[in-house]
């Protein structure tokens, strides 16, 4: 595991695949205990969630859960764009459903908000949020996930699904800029 360059950045190795799968491990348990007995619907963010969601969603093992997907985008390059905009919407009734919502990472916490504000409306029974990734100096609206797989500082990262403009999704470790 050495060093990966996108777009003229260096990236070198922040967390391994071995304890991401631990912490999967652990929301999973974590999520399976109190969704036990409740029809969940985990909605998987795209694009950046896709590949934890898929993951957290076996681990869980809930025979009940269904899982779904919305699409946002407020990412260019390193930067948060500040707004966002829906790409693809969700077609399911939530209407007194118990909605998960998940997350690959919570930076400014714009997404998050205008997420639950759009589930709200449509009265689900409860809505919850789970991110693998969690930088609280960053938040500048909203409030802390629910369930948060590592807090991390504010640093720009990549691979196990998050990307810099498409790139790196694919890298099974995640990465942090160097010298950053
Ligand atoms: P927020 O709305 O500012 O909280 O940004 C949330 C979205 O920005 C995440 O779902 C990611 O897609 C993207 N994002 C935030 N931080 C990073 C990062 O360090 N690397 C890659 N994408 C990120
Ligand atoms: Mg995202």
Do not use: W
Request: hydrophobic letters at 40%; a negative charge.
């Amino acid at each position: 595991m050495g060093e990966v360059t996108y777009q003229d950045y260096t990236f070198v190795p922040y967390i391994r695949r071995e304890e991401i799968a631990k912490q999967v491990h652990r929301l999973a348990q974590e999520i399976k205990r109190d969704y036990d007995q409740k029809n969940v619907l985990f909605l998987c963010v795209l694009n950046g969630a896709f590949i934890f969601a898929a993951d957290l969603f076996r681990a869980c093992d809930l025979p009940d859960a269904e899982i779904s997907f919305v699409r946002f985008k407020s990412y260019e390059g390193m930067q948060s764009t500040g707004n966002v905009k829906e790409v693809m919407g969700l077609s399911e009734d939530i209407t007194g459903r118990h909605v998960l919502i998940v997350e690959d990472i919570i930076d400014s916490g714009v997404t998050a908000v205008q997420l639950r504000k759009e589930l709200e409306k449509r009265n689900p029974e409860s809505v919850k949020m789970v991110s693998l990734l969690f930088k609280p100096e960053a938040l500048t609206m909203g409030k802390a996930p629910e369930y948060v797989g590592f807090e991390i500082p504010r640093k720009f990262i990549l691979g196990y699904g998050l990307d810099l403009d498409g790139l790196a999704r694919n890298l099974p470790d995640i990465y942090v800029l160097k010298d950053d």
